[in-house]
């Protein structure tokens, strides 16, 4: 980034981070309340918005690190960029290894990132009205697709869990072996292929954002671009909802346009509080996260993965799952919901803790 960081962005990083930490650490019970869990289909909840705000985050992040980079070569500087996401999409295999076994599930978050970050970048340097064009074109392509484009088994236009054309598209590249998500229906994986194009769409979204942030004064006017620009795609999300539900595993163009939209008014009120009026906050204690947010994103993921896969033995011979045995004294404690989410609190503030070290330390780790 340039040599002044901009603060709120550090700041949006590290909730996200602690989010998305959390979610993934969440025991999912009976009890758990709607908002902390995945919309089954159509729909959109608190935990919905969490990985489309990262890829938003990388989408404003882009603007900064290129910016930053541009004295260096075009061969170093796109050597190093292929290299991130190269290694990027291979720890995200890596993950699913961990995670699943074999087969091997070929999609993931981690992957999603890579790809997306790809095909955005080229556009790094661009003018936002230009990277907005790009933007909607590739909202229009997915759409069209997924509305119009039919193959066996699919009839254009359904928006049902089950026969979508991206989920046919997801077998015919991956196969059915390599697709793997125990909520979704079968044949489909909620960031398959179609997903890469909307994908790049919300980090073109955040580039948008980040270039009218670095181009303009950072000042009142620039926050209200930012800020009535998230309102008017959030309008315009829910005014295409009818024919294109928010579906977050199908990445419909609705559902990245609201999230799109609250993630800029997030992003327009933190940088007008934090880097224009100079506010101190507490929300700066999540500064630490938002500085290695890969690293303590991937720890954890198999911290989390190894308690679920490790078995002890209960008092009556029966196996149970480590990572069972680590909430459930909070759910007997203080109930099933409050248990649950106090457990999933506690692991993202030791992460937290770990980060702070780190950043006193100076430790950054990047690719």
Do not use: C
């Amino acid at each position: 980034m340039e040599k002044k960081r901009v603060l709120s962005l550090d700041i949006f990083r590290g909730i996200t981070v602690a989010a998305m930490i959390f979610v993934n650490t969440l025991p999912i019970t009976p009890f758990t309340p709607e908002f902390l869990k995945h919309s089954i289909w159509i729909g959109l909840t608190f935990v919905d918005l969490v990985f489309p705000f990262f890829l938003f985050i990388v989408g404003v992040s882009m603007a900064y690190s290129f910016k930053h980079r541009e004295d260096k070569s075009r061969i170093r500087l796109w050597g190093h960029f292929l290299y991130r996401v190269v290694v990027l999409f291979l720890i995200g295999v890596f993950l699913n290894w961990i995670g699943g076994g074999f087969p091997l599930r070929i999609p993931g978050v981690l992957q999603l990132i890579a790809l997306a970050s790809l095909f955005a970048a080229p556009l790094a340097r661009n003018e936002p009205k230009r990277i907005l064009i790009v933007a909607s074109i590739l909202l229009i392509v997915q759409s069209s697709i997924l509305l119009f484009a039919s193959a066996p088994g699919v009839t254009p236009g359904n928006f049902q869990p089950e026969g979508t054309i991206a989920g046919w598209v997801d077998v015919q590249v991956f196969g059915s072996e390599h697709l793997f998500d125990p909520n979704m229906p079968p044949d489909f994986d909620p960031e398959g292929i179609l997903s890469i194009i909307t994908a790049t769409a919300m980090v073109l979204l955040g580039l948008v954002f980040g270039r009218t942030l670095q181009i303009r004064n950072g000042d009142w006017s620039t926050v209200s671009i930012i800020i009535w620009g998230g309102i008017v795609i959030i309008l315009l999300g829910f005014l295409i909802s009818p024919w294109l539900p928010i579906i977050k595993q199908l990445w419909t163009a609705s559902f990245i346009l609201v999230t799109a939209g609250i993630a800029a008014i997030i992003l327009g009120i933190l940088y007008y509080y934090v880097d224009v009026l100079g506010k101190k906050s507490i929300l700066r204690i999540a500064i630490p996260l938002g500085l290695n947010p890969l690293i303590l994103y991937i720890l954890s993921a198999i911290l989390n993965s190894f308690t679920q896969e490790i078995y002890l033995f209960s008092s009556t011979g029966e196996p149970l799952r480590f990572y069972d045995t680590l909430y459930q004294p909070f759910m007997d404690l203080l109930g099933s919901d409050i248990g649950a989410i106090t457990y999933a609190s506690i692991v993202v503030i030791f992460w937290g803790l770990i980060a702070y070290l780190m950043h006193r330390k100076k430790i950054y780790i990047k690719l």
